[in-house]
């Protein structure tokens, strides 16, 4: 059993950074492949990014490659999510989730995860 607590949203400006957090609990956390999405109002959940358990590797959503950096400190079980040059399509509750089996391309999909965590709200303004 692993539970997830997201942390570090709140409200930027258009271009600003934040750096969300997400908290795991459970010894085996090194185990799991980690990923992040996001949804906006009248929106599907969307795949964001991912980290692999070692950290070697990572994936991005289009939409954010090159402004997001993912990754993540086992010795702490947290993972984290730097956002850069924040836009407006970005606002959304962003979620983190964890997944011991699935690889790429199957982590872009929800149902491949196993544990959730609550969502953390970001909002931009221009």
């Known amino acids: 059993q692993v539970q997830l607590v997201e942390s570090g949203g709140g409200l930027v400006q258009a271009g600003g950074s934040l750096r969300l957090s997400c908290a795991a609990s459970?010894?085996?956390?090194?185990?799991?492949?980690m990923g992040w999405f996001r949804q906006a109002p009248g929106k599907e959940r969307e795949f964001v990014a991912a980290?692999?358990?070692?950290?070697?590797?990572?994936y991005y959503a289009d939409s954010v490659k090159g402004r997001f950096t993912v990754s993540r400190d086992n010795a702490k079980n947290t993972v984290y999510l730097q956002m850069n040059s924040l836009k407006p399509d970005d606002p959304a509750v962003y979620f983190c989730?964890?997944?011991?089996?699935?690889?790429?391309?199957?982590?872009?999909?929800?149902?491949?995860?196993?544990?959730w965590g609550q969502g953390t709200q970001v909002t931009v303004s221009s």
């Open positions: 980290i692999a358990w070692s950290g070697g590797s990572t």
């Open positions: 459970g010894r085996t956390f090194s185990r799991y492949t």
């Open positions: 989730a964890a997944t011991l089996l699935a690889t790429m391309p199957r982590l872009v999909v929800q149902n491949e995860y196993d544990y």
